[in-house]
């Protein structure tokens, strides 16, 4: 029995049409001569009603949870007192004339109908039943709205004479500011191919080739250490443009973006966006993503060029005071800051009152306001500030070009070494390097990152410096880049681009916590896959064609 109809989609008009149904049983009632059947496919709900005497009774009766079955039958109004207004299918019913059993199933593991009892529910146990958890309602309408933010996105791009091209997954490894997977080569003993971290490399090339407008939903990988909200393999919405300024590219993704919020949401969206230089953003909000949906701004009662004194009041602070001061305590470790909380005393000076908090952090300009910024944070969260309705996009733009790597002390890109610097600072590159802008942009929503690009660099000496400011040689240059070097000799246009986190943008857009809810399959925190195991040992024959790599069988 061939479906015919949706569940879904059934209503009042299809009164007397003969249907035939595929789904799941959503939920069975058996009353003496009646069985009631809710069948959900991917589209809704509709009440199946099977009678005693139908050839569908026998069938009907051995019904569990979770089954797949055809149903055939005539779609009929229910009487008044039976409609459910909270389902749009509410005022009919199919009456079953014929019922297949496809599949049985096992009583499920997780209690994916019950929404309360799936909080308590671990996310290990999620993840290791995650085709289940999908059938919940609430992760099928992620999914779903996913795949209606991707598609909008293209059809907006497709209108403006953008090309979607593929680019390679497995390249060569060019260190981007994460550690390459990397893949062993058969073919090529004691080589190795890598996951591309981006396609920042060939969409450059793409623009070099003349294609002037491309975008790509790409698959990205990053070989890092776990972290709460990463995934090792993660998507984005990748776009880059020839011929184009900083103002042309942003333009672009205002337009996408209203675009998103009117086709999939229904809303209108205001533009242009807001902007912040990265500097102002720290000094108001301690934070290169900050979140405006709220007040809460730092102010300086020391400022000075080595150290400094900030502070912000927090209006009924005092209520929350211990836990600011545990956090306090946190964030004065995590940046090397002395963070105070201050509720007693004369708070005049800082422009505090009764019942109010101060919470004031000594230290470097920078580590200071990025301590209170996460204080800033949490104090908001807590006291329920933040209006979760609301869409607040903004723009970062005039980040540093470079800054200094914790990790070894050296300079390095804040971005990547193919983001072109603020033309007029490029006089300070060879003695003042940490004073130069880029033109690079963050496109921020609700106090996360969701897109980042900038102007790339095009002239080939220009590209050199930048790779010798950075410590790279010209031998190790060209072993790295040089087939972008190469291209650079050929005619290069002027160029920019972006990438979307795809994944973070529906997550923010869908008010999700964390990017694996809008993922179908993530990975867990630990980067590993509860449900197949993965990562795993390799096959042992698999493992003799890489005898290179002295691997123990």
């Given at each position: 029995?061939?479906?015919?109809?949706?569940?879904?989609?059934?209503?009042?008009?299809?009164?007397?049409?003969?249907?035939?149904?595929?789904?799941?049983?959503?939920?069975?009632?058996?009353?003496?001569?009646?069985?009631?059947?809710?069948?959900?496919?991917?589209?809704?709900?509709?009440q199946?009603?099977?009678?005693?005497?139908?050839?569908?009774?026998?069938?009907?009766?051995?019904?569990q949870?979770?089954?797949?079955?055809?149903?055939?039958?005539?779609?009929?109004?229910?009487?008044?007192?039976?409609?459910?207004?909270?389902?749009p299918?509410?005022?009919?019913?199919?009456?079953?004339?014929?019922?297949?059993?496809?599949?049985?199933?096992?009583?499920?593991?997780?209690?994916?109908?019950?929404?309360?009892?799936?909080?308590?529910?671990?996310?290990?146990?999620?993840?290791?039943?995650?085709?289940?958890?999908?059938?919940?309602?609430?992760?099928?309408?992620?999914?779903?709205?996913?795949?209606?933010?991707?598609?909008?996105?293209?059809?907006?791009?497709?209108?403006?004479?953008?090309?979607?091209?593929?680019?390679?997954?497995?390249?060569?490894?060019?260190?981007?500011?994460?550690?390459?997977?990397?893949?062993?080569?058969?073919?090529?003993?004691?080589?190795?191919?890598?996951?591309?971290?981006?396609?920042?490399?060939?969409?450059?090339?793409?623009?070099?080739?003349?294609?002037?407008?491309?975008?790509?939903?790409?698959?990205?990988?990053?070989?890092?250490?776990?972290?709460?909200?990463?995934?090792?393999?993660?998507?984005?919405?990748?776009?880059?443009?020839?011929?184009?300024?900083?103002?042309?590219?942003?333009?672009?993704?205002?337009?996408?973006?209203?675009?998103?919020?009117?086709?999939?949401?229904?809303?209108?969206?205001?533009?242009?966006?807001?902007?912040?230089?990265?500097?102002?953003?720290?000094?108001?909000?301690?934070?290169?993503?900050?979140?405006?949906?709220?007040?809460?701004?730092?102010?300086?009662?020391?400022?000075?060029?080595?150290?400094?004194?900030?502070?912000?009041?927090?209006?009924?602070?005092?209520?929350?005071?211990?836990?600011?001061?545990?956090?306090?305590?946190?964030?004065?470790?995590?940046?090397?800051?002395?963070?105070?909380?201050?509720?007693?005393?004369?708070?005049?000076?800082?422009?505090?009152?009764?019942?109010d908090?101060?919470?004031?952090?000594?230290?470097?300009?920078?580590?200071?306001?990025e301590?209170?910024?996460?204080?800033?944070?949490?104090?908001?969260?807590?006291?329920?500030?933040?209006?979760?309705?609301?869409?607040?996009?903004?723009?970062?733009?005039?980040?540093?070009?470079?800054?200094?790597?914790?990790?070894?002390?050296?300079?390095?890109?804040?971005?990547?070494?193919?983001?072109?610097?603020?033309?007029?600072?490029?006089?300070?590159?060879?003695?003042?390097p940490?004073?130069?802008?880029?033109?690079?942009?963050?496109?921020?929503?609700?106090?996360?990152?969701?897109?980042g690009?900038?102007?790339?660099?095009?002239?080939?000496?220009?590209?050199?410096?930048?790779?010798?400011?950075?410590?790279?040689?010209?031998?190790?240059?060209?072993?790295?880049?040089?087939f972008?070097?190469?291209?650079?000799?050929?005619?290069?246009?002027?160029?920019?681009?972006?990438?979307?986190?795809?994944?973070?943008?529906v997550?923010?857009?869908?008010?999700?916590?964390?990017?694996?809810?809008?993922?179908?399959?993530?990975?867990?925190k630990?980067m590993?896959?509860?449900?197949?195991?993965?990562?795993?040992?390799?096959?042992?024959?698999?493992?003799?064609?890489?005898?290179?790599l002295?691997?123990?069988?």
């Amino acid at each position: 029995m061939k479906r015919t109809r949706w569940c879904g989609e059934l209503r009042r008009n299809d009164t007397g049409k003969t249907v035939v149904l595929n789904g799941w049983v959503h939920r069975v009632r058996r009353f003496g001569k009646l069985v009631f059947i809710l069948l959900r496919d991917r589209t809704g709900l509709v009440q199946v009603v099977v009678k005693k005497g139908s050839p569908a009774f026998d069938a009907a009766k051995k019904l569990q949870p979770e089954y797949v079955v055809a149903v055939k039958g005539t779609v009929r109004e229910r009487p008044p007192k039976e409609v459910n207004r909270e389902m749009p299918t509410g005022e009919i019913e199919v009456v079953a004339e014929e019922l297949q059993i496809i599949s049985t199933s096992k009583p499920v593991p997780i209690p994916i109908h019950d929404e309360s009892l799936m909080s308590t529910t671990s996310e290990a146990v999620r993840l290791r039943y995650r085709y289940l958890d999908l059938r919940r309602p609430k992760m099928f309408r992620n999914i779903l709205m996913r795949a209606k933010i991707v598609a909008a996105m293209r059809e907006y791009f497709d209108s403006l004479g953008f090309i979607e091209i593929e680019t390679p997954y497995l390249a060569r490894s060019t260190p981007e500011g994460a550690r390459d997977f990397l893949v062993p080569s058969r073919l090529h003993p004691g080589k190795f191919y890598a996951l591309t971290q981006s396609p920042q490399l060939f969409k450059q090339l793409l623009m070099i080739a003349g294609f002037e407008r491309y975008y790509q939903v790409a698959r990205c990988f990053r070989d890092e250490d776990p972290r709460a909200d990463r995934q090792p393999e993660f998507t984005q919405f990748d776009v880059e443009m020839s011929f184009v300024t900083r103002e042309d590219v942003m333009a672009v993704v205002e337009g996408a973006m209203r675009y998103v919020m009117k086709k999939v949401f229904g809303e209108d969206l205001e533009t242009p966006f807001p902007r912040l230089t990265f500097w102002e953003a720290i000094r108001r909000y301690g934070s290169d993503k900050p979140d405006t949906r709220f007040g809460l701004e730092l102010k300086d009662l020391e400022a000075g060029v080595g150290t400094a004194k900030r502070y912000l009041v927090v209006e009924g602070g005092r209520d929350i005071a211990e836990y600011l001061t545990a956090e306090a305590a946190k964030a004065s470790e995590e940046h090397g800051v002395r963070v105070e909380v201050i509720t007693e005393g004369d708070l005049s000076t800082y422009g505090a009152g009764a019942g109010d908090a101060v919470i004031v952090a000594e230290g470097d300009y920078l580590s200071a306001s990025e301590a209170l910024g996460r204080l800033r944070l949490q104090a908001a969260s807590k006291l329920g500030l933040i209006d979760r309705e609301k869409k607040a996009f903004l723009w970062l733009i005039d980040f540093p070009l470079f800054e200094i790597d914790e990790e070894s002390g050296r300079l390095a890109a804040r971005h990547h070494p193919f983001t072109s610097p603020n033309p007029e600072d490029i006089h300070l590159l060879e003695k003042e390097p940490l004073k130069v802008r880029s033109l690079a942009y963050d496109l921020v929503l609700n106090g996360e990152e969701v897109a980042g690009g900038s102007i790339r660099i095009h002239d080939k000496e220009l590209q050199m410096k930048i790779l010798k400011i950075l410590g790279l040689g010209e031998e190790e240059a060209m072993n790295r880049y040089g087939f972008l070097l190469e291209a650079l000799d050929y005619g290069p246009p002027p160029h920019g681009g972006i990438a979307f986190g795809l994944d973070r943008l529906v997550a923010v857009l869908l008010g999700e916590p964390t990017i694996r809810e809008v993922i179908a399959f993530p990975k867990n925190k630990d980067m590993a896959d509860p449900l197949t195991g993965a990562p795993a040992e390799a096959p042992e024959e698999y493992l003799r064609d890489l005898y290179w790599l002295q691997i123990k069988l």
